[in-house]
């Protein structure tokens, strides 16, 4: 069974892409962010504040993207962040990052 898993692409005002993640992010769903992110090229927001939930999988393809990724996420993600390693490759934001919004 697939775990529930929202992707809602956007643009900050700046242009900058911008996807809004929710739910839970695991070895189900997960293909389905992979090519949310597959899908573009450059720069990328990832606002992971609506996830509840994110596995090995999820990192893994997080990862596999650290070069082009700043992410907006709740302290629930925070220590998965670190512990895992991924905090030291991308820029992280916790949810008082007041970056312009779509």
């Not at 529930?4 to 839970?24: F, H, K, N, S």
């Not at 504040?49 to 893994?60: F, H, I, K, P, Q």
């Not at 629930?76 to 991924?86: R, Y």
Request: hydrophobic fraction near 40%; proline fraction near 9%.
């Amino acid at each position: 069974m697939t775990t529930p898993l929202t992707l809602t692409p956007g643009r900050r005002p700046d242009g900058t892409p911008r996807l809004v993640v929710g739910g839970e992010i695991d070895m189900s769903n997960v293909a389905s962010l992979a090519e949310a992110l597959d899908g573009g090229s450059g720069p990328l927001v990832l606002d992971l504040t609506a996830v509840e939930y994110l596995d090995s999988a999820g990192l893994s393809v997080l990862f596999g993207h650290a070069e082009r990724l700043e992410l907006i996420v709740t302290p629930l993600l925070e220590p998965v962040l670190t512990v895992s390693g991924l905090s030291g490759l991308v820029t992280v934001h916790g949810l008082d990052y007041d970056a312009p919004q779509p």
